[in-house]
């Protein structure tokens, strides 16, 4: 690596209090995979990611599988993607095991670099009501 090229790291969440900080966050939905997302407000910090795979989606050794195929997307494809003084969780859907890795590190990135849209001035409630 020479001294141009930037290296470009992503911190873990390790606490239970951090995962559920990032919940207030924006969700952004995808086909394998939930990914929650907050601003800390500290640009100067570098982003952390957390991953989560609950026990309704196999037993130990398919909740691992699904974690290490995660987190090997986000090494390869998506962490120079994800911004900084950002808290990221990717919470595990099933198809994670059945996905081949190129396709879950493309909707990974693609998740990761999705901006928030702007959401509607109002009320919150319903139009036709």
């Known amino acids: 690596m020479t001294i141009s ?12 209090p951090q995962f559920l ?19 800390r407000k500290e640009p100067d910090s570098q982003a952390r990611v957390g991953f989560t795979v609950t026990k309704k989606h196999g037993n ?26 950002h808290d990221y969780v990717v919470v595990a859907r099933r198809d994670v095991l059945d996905a081949s890795f190129q396709e879950l590190a493309a909707e990974l990135k693609s998740r990761v670099e999705t901006r928030p849209k702007h959401r509607r001035s109002g009320d919150g409630r319903p139009r036709n009501v």
């Open 60 to 85: 130990a050794v398919e909740r691992n599988r699904m974690r290490r195929r995660l987190k090997e997307a986000v090494r390869l494809h998506a962490g120079f993607a994800m911004q900084p003084g």
């Open 21 to 39: 900080a990032v919940r207030e966050g924006e969700k952004r939905r995808g086909g394998f995979f939930l990914l929650e997302v907050l601003d």
């Open 5 to 16: 090229e930037k290296k470009h790291t992503v911190g873990r969440l390790k606490s239970r």
